[in-house]
């Protein structure tokens, strides 16, 4: 390789050591930010690799390990585990019965009962694992679309429309910095509402420079649903400059409306994947057979493995013990990652970062307007945006 085109193309040497890197380095796993009251931190990205890896045993932040409920249900079902393990230990060789072949002690007994056992083990495995995984496509589903099409369409209406009107009606720095930051509020005000923090929203909105304190007391004069309903004040923005004849035609008004219209759709649509949520009957339903599941599997192992400690079968001793740790533990993290994904407003630990949403937002419409300011010499002459 001559000196000319050392760095033209990474080695593949320090391609596949940079992979493994990634994969296997002490770096953290995620990014995080603060949340927006500045109390805790929450997730904004995170390296796939390391979930791939032997690096996972090690990670805990921002992840389920977290819970204290996922410890507090483990523990619950250890010592339902134990509780059956330790009599049949002690009465293992006692008789307990007789039948017309005289005595049956509990050994014998569990040799005839085990196969059943196990089976209607599985049984209630089998049905716990096919609901959940229904119920965690129906709560990622709506997860992903208050991400992309709520939140998401939230930031495109606002950027749309600072491009729109800096382009083609006015570059007026008081409205333009009136849709930026009442999109950026619209935003916000979902999180203070699903965290009964609206009382304190002027205080905080006017702290952030996000509204004056005269329109933050303009806000709270009608104070219902703020975030779907602040955006008349972007389409009273655009019925403003249309009355000013600033917009030079019905149809450039009307595609300015079309974006004050989809900003309110996307807030909508949060609005209404939050206040209506999955079936509760569904859910409890669920929860109920989940939690039977682990004390059935918890009765059921512990049984087993009295009987196989008295037997000396250390083996299976160990994966008795083992599925009553795995499987309960798997099936109550899924119904609690679902529940956080129900929400991701709420201040849970899995909330979207609302602090660098806002700041994103408020960074893209700063650069149309840049943008628009900053064209190229031959495309800025010939668009009107410089004198020749």
């Given at each position: 390789?001559?000196?000319g085109?050392k760095?033209v ?6 391609e596949f050591?940079?992979?493994i ?7 953290s796993h995620?990014k995080?930010?603060p ?21 996972v045993?090690?990670?805990s932040?921002?992840?389920?390990l ?6 507090i249900e ?5 010592a339902?585990f ?7 230990y ?5 008789d ?5 072949h005289?005595?049956?002690?509990l050994r ?5 009962q085990?196969p059943k056992m ?9 049905l ?5 995984s229904?119920?965690t496509s ?5 997860w ?21 009107i800096c382009?083609?009606?006015t570059?007026?720095?008081?409205v ?5 930051r009442y999109?950026r ?8 509402w699903r ?8 205080e905080f909105f ?14 709270l ?15 009273g923005i655009?019925?403003?400059l ?9 149809q450039?008004?009307?595609?300015l ?7 309110r ?8 994947h939050?206040?209506?949520r999955?079936?509760?009957q569904?859910?409890h ?5 989940v ?7 918890g009765?059921i192992m ?10 000396g ?10 599925r ?8 109550n ?6 529940a956080?994904l ?7 630990d899995?909330?979207?970062?609302g ?7 408020d ?26």
């Open positions: 390789m001559t000196d085109k760095n193309k990474t080695p593949l040497m320090d050591c940079n992979h890197s990634d994969a296997y380095g002490a770096s995620a995080f930010c949340s927006i009251d500045g109390k805790k931190e929450v997730l904004v990205d995170y390296e796939p690799l390391k979930f791939s890896s032997f690096r045993f090690f990670l932040k921002g992840t389920v977290r819970d204290p409920i996922l410890l483990q523990l619950i079902i250890t339902i134990v509780g059956f393990a330790v009599p049949v002690i009465y293992f060789r006692q307990l019965g007789a039948n017309r005289g005595a049956v002690s014998v007994w569990l040799d005839g085990e196990r089976a209607f083990a599985m049984i209630m495995t089998t716990a694992a096919f609901l959940l229904f119920y129906m709560a990622v589903g709506r992903w679309t208050i991400r992309a099409a709520g939140v998401g369409g939230i930031k495109a209406a606002t950027v749309e429309l600072e491009m729109y382009q083609l009606v570059q007026e720095p008081q333009l910095s009136a849709i930026r999109g509020t619209s935003l916000m005000l979902v999180f203070l965290r009964n923090q609206l009382s304190s929203l002027k006017v702290e952030r420079e996000m509204l004056s304190a005269h329109e933050a007391d303009q806000l004069k009608w104070n219902h649903c703020l975030h779907e309903t602040i955006w008349a004040w972007q389409a655009v019925t403003m249309y009355k000013e004849g600033k917009i030079g035609s019905d450039l008004f009307q595609l409306l079309d974006r004050c219209r989809d900003g759709q996307a807030v909508q649509l949060v609005h209404t939050l206040a209506v999955i079936p509760m569904y859910v339903l669920l929860g109920l057979l939690k039977m599941h682990n004390t059935v599997l009765i512990g049984i087993l493995f009295g009987a196989a400690v008295r037997n079968e250390i083996i299976i001793c160990a994966q008795l013990f083992g009553t740790l795995i499987l309960p533990f798997l099936f993290a899924i119904l609690l990652i679902n956080e129900s929400d991701p407003f709420d201040g849970g899995s909330d979207f970062p602090s660098a949403y806002e700041k994103a937002l960074k893209d419409s700063q650069g149309m307007v840049s943008a628009t300011q900053n064209m190229p010499d031959w495309l800025a002459i010939r668009a009107g945006f410089a004198k020749v």
